[in-house]
């Protein structure tokens, strides 16, 4: 079996090097192909999804930032149906790809080497990371040195993907199962 990941920008490919091979069973083939943002992502993604003929299964996923997630969804899911896949999973990082590292600060703390913050992972904010509209620059506030694909790579080794409180995190994953069947 192959999966193609269809991802809006660098870092996301970067955080899935590190996570897919926690998740992914043996001889499963996986392909992470990035774009230069969500236009990029939307508009090439017709042509790409075509150009993939063989058996094999779609993941998309982007982030929300500042847009209705239902929205961009049903969107991101009609592109795929009138592309002729109509079983192409669709996974909405809410609000942003920081939010999935800030529901697993153990990670971050071993990432930055930054000691105690796990703790703060029962802050009602990181316990919830999602509803964070913000999460890049809390993060930033956490880790003032961050940048998303060295942070991307960097914390994803260390993430651990049964802890994570990220609920997009989580749905992410199921997405991930639900493609491989």
Same mark, same amino acid.
């Given at each position: ?5 269809? =991802?809006?920008?660098?870092?996301m490919k970067e955080l899935l090097k590190m996570i897919l091979p926690k998740v992914l069973p043996e001889g499963v083939q996986y392909h =992470? $192909? @990035? /774009? ?5 992502? %939307? @508009?090439? =993604?017709?042509?790409?999804?075509? !150009?993939?003929? /063989?058996?094999?299964?779609? $993941? ?11 929205? $961009?969804?049903?969107?991101? &899911?009609?592109?795929? +149906? ?12 809410c609000h942003e790809m920081e939010s999935w590292f800030l529901g697993d600060l153990q990670a971050v703390e071993k990432a930055y080497n930054? +000691?105690?913050? +796990? ?5 009602? @904010? *990181? ?8 999460? !890049?620059? %809390? =993060? ?11 942070? !991307? ?11 994570? &409180? ?10 991930? *199962? @639900? !493609?491989?069947?």
């Amino acid at each position: 079996m192959e999966l193609y990941f269809m =991802l809006e920008e660098p870092s996301m490919k970067e955080l899935l090097k590190m996570i897919l091979p926690k998740v992914l069973p043996e001889g499963v083939q996986y392909h =992470l $192909i @990035k /774009h230069e943002g969500k236009q990029d992502l %939307e @508009k090439s =993604l017709p042509r790409k999804l075509r !150009a993939i003929t /063989h058996d094999a299964r779609f $993941i998309v996923v982007r982030d929300q930032d500042s847009a209705d997630c239902y929205e $961009i969804k049903k969107r991101l &899911c009609d592109i795929c +149906s009138f592309s002729g896949r109509t079983d192409t999973v669709v996974r909405i990082a809410c609000h942003e790809m920081e939010s999935w590292f800030l529901g697993d600060l153990q990670a971050v703390e071993k990432a930055y080497n930054i +000691s105690g913050l +796990s703790r703060r992972q029962q802050q009602r @904010k *990181y316990r919830n990371p999602d509803g964070l509209n913000n999460a !890049a620059q %809390e =993060l930033k506030k956490l880790v003032p040195g961050y940048q998303k694909i060295s942070g !991307a790579r960097t914390i994803g080794q260390h993430m651990d993907i049964n802890r994570n &409180c990220s609920a997009s995190f989580r749905v992410f994953l199921e997405g991930v *199962y @639900k !493609a491989l069947g």
